[in-house]
């Protein structure tokens, strides 16, 4: 779905350039996202549903969050360091298993 997100320049200043972050792993998808100094915009493409990738959580426990949907939707993601959530949801796996949600954690 495309979007266009405002309000965004504080994600630089998080546990990792969050906007980069997500930007340079979802490249890995062929999900291509522009920034400008506020905002992240996505034209909705997404070019590569078949892909086996590691996604990098740079230990950042939301970039782990988000990006543990898209491997519940699309198992051949990986995600690296899964267990950076127990920063802000240490049960956060357990709480997609009771909604039907399976994620192998590594």
């Known amino acids: 779905v495309p979007f266009n997100i405002s309000g965004t320049k504080t994600l630089k200043f998080k546990e990792t350039d969050r906007e980069l972050s997500l930007k340079t792993e979802l490249f890995k998808l062929g999900i291509n996202i522009e920034m400008d100094d506020n905002s992240l915009f996505y034209n ?33 993601i990986k995600i690296e360091n899964p267990k950076a959530v127990k920063k802000s949801f240490p049960a956060f796996f357990e709480e997609l298993e009771k909604i039907g949600f399976k994620f192998e954690i590594r």
């Open 44 to 76: 909705g493409e997404f070019l590569n549903h078949d892909i086996s990738v590691l996604l990098n959580t740079y230990n950042d426990h939301r970039l782990v969050m988000g990006f543990s949907l898209l491997a519940v939707k699309y198992p051949n």
